[in-house]
């Protein structure tokens, strides 16, 4: 059999055709979630690109395997120390290496390794190929390698390709001559004049005030990516920027779809689409970031076309990424990998039932430090490094009624918000108690001077707050923040 692994970075599911958006933005990947099974409730476990990527491939949760952040000691996994051998225990535990033991020949495009000195990605890859430009590139730097690769392996057996592309990702960057088919299209009708009127009065890192993340600079090679969003004219050039790079990559997609139906082993071509974490464009004040520990950050695509099992099928129990490496082995009949903590979702490609969870807790430790427990209805979010948003410790939102959590319900249902703070701490209890000793790493991260596209951000931000008019919040960020000015 032959495995495509789409790996489409910062793709949010709700910007989606198959997903229910009104845009026509990904025509191809609607196929194949035709021929089928799509997933409504798949979560990455730990955000953004490097601990999302490392839960992925490591079948661990952040917490267990201690890479949680994009620097410090929390952006490497933990020693393995005197009981490491020969090879490490995460050579043998990588999703690649597990795939590779099948028999299968497992390679990659992608720049993933050398954007994060992450390394350890490659491990259990045959080949490897880095399309070079640390996550800048756009689909047309990706597809020739593409097309060459399969040209010389598509007729093979016993294949997986993990193909990377990063169009969605900031800075959005279709090419100018892909022009905007979606510039007479309505809007998302959840932003108001109003709610971008009250975000421009507050503070917070990749606010609408700073797209670029401490300002609102802009890069003129980037012309579709603005600096920052002063009004609904200005949300709409972020969300065509945004929506124009997920056609732009599907566009290509097509290609490679057409490549592998020429070479007549489409149908038996397993395909798998998904993503590192999604993108909130405005939710929290977050604009064209994924820096929290939320539903919008968290939620990713989940699509999985496999010859010979069901097609059409719509699965929304509750997963996590690291359940991907379980449902292969599941699927192969083999034991999955000693120290992998994720489920097989393998029932769902049968179309048999099988066992769900009643929760999934995610983590955010990269912008700012935030848990938060999917159960229900409710995302229930533990704040412990704000990202100078000012956010309170602790947000409830109803996501069925209310997806783009507007509506903070913390104070109105203490009891839901106790609920989820027993989940979080009852299943963090749990993971130390596995850990012999080991520190839960968002502490470690705290303890290095936070999260490292926070840390030492704060004293030029205040004099922007100031300059920006919003001056009324300097006094309450020193005050929950004083180790910034130590």
Known sequence: MRILLLDLDTLRPDHLGCYGYHRATSPTIDAIAERGVRFTNYYCSDAPCLPSRAALVSGQHGLRSGLVGHGGTAAEFRLEGTSRGFRSDFSRRSLWQFIRDQ???????????????????????????????????????VTPHVLDW??????????????????????YRAPAE??????????????????????????GLHGCWEINMYDDGTNPAYPRHPGSVPDMDGWRTLIDGYDCGIRYLDDHLARIMNHLADAGVLDETAIVVTSDHGENMGELNCYAEHGSSDYVTHRIPMILSWPGGVQGRVDEQLHYNLDLGPTL?????????????????AGALRGE???ARDHVVLGQMCHGATRSVRFGPWQYIRVYHDFYHLWPAEMLFNIEDDPHELNDLAAARPEICAQGARLMMDWVDGQLAQMDGAPDPLWTVLAEGGPEHSRGALPAYLKRLEATGRGQHVEELRRRHPGEFA
């Open 150 to 171: 399969l040209d010389g392996h598509a007729e093979s057996d016993n294949w997986l390709l993990h193909l990377n592309y990063w169009d969605p990702h900031t800075p």
């Open 103 to 141: 028999g299968y020949h497992t390679a990659s495009i992608s720049p993933f390794a050398e954007r994060h000195s992450a390394w350890w990605f490659n491990a259990g890859f045959t080949t490897t190929h880095d399309t070079g430009a640390g996550g800048l590139e756009s689909a047309e730097h």
């Open 178 to 203: 892909f022009g905007n088919p979606f510039a007479d299209e309505p809007l998302p009708g959840w932003m108001t004049p109003e709610l971008l009127a009250e975000h421009r009065t507050q503070p």
């Open 353 to 355: 039932a099988y066992a």
């Open 329 to 345: 082995a599941d699927l192969w009949d083999v034991a999955p990998r000693r120290g992998w903590q994720g489920e097989s979702f």
